[in-house]
């Protein structure tokens, strides 16, 4: 019995866990110009003159439009970043992250 081999008698499940995703949301205001807004999602948020237009006519007529999905790290790095861009320009242009679902 010297050389028997016990195999574990649990299975270890194999689950990757995926990350938590978080949203990316503009919020609408009165005072930052609309071209303005248009640049900092392009910049920012890789999108095209397009989708960057679509996203900030939407924030525009409803209060609030969600730009992207990240993990969090990237989420809030990329909504500070555009945040610290308005404040330097004296705008009060916000992003907000928020949890998925
Ligand atoms: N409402 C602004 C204006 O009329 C433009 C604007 C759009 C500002 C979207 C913020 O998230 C925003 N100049």
Known sequence: MQDTVTLPKTKAKPR??????????????????????VTVLKSVFRMTEGEAYGVMLTAHR?????VAV???????????????????QDYP????????E
Do not use: H, Q
């Open 16 to 37: 990757t866990e995926r990350p938590k995703l978080y949203k990316v949301i503009l919020l609408n205001d009165d005072f930052t110009p609309r071209e303005f807004v």
């Open 70 to 88: 990240y993990t969090r790290e990237v989420a809030e790095t990329k909504a500070g970043m555009a945040n610290d861009w308005a404040r330097s």
């Open 93 to 100: 242009l916000a992003f907000t992250t928020e949890r998925e």
């Open 62 to 66: 409803k209060g609030a439009c969600v």
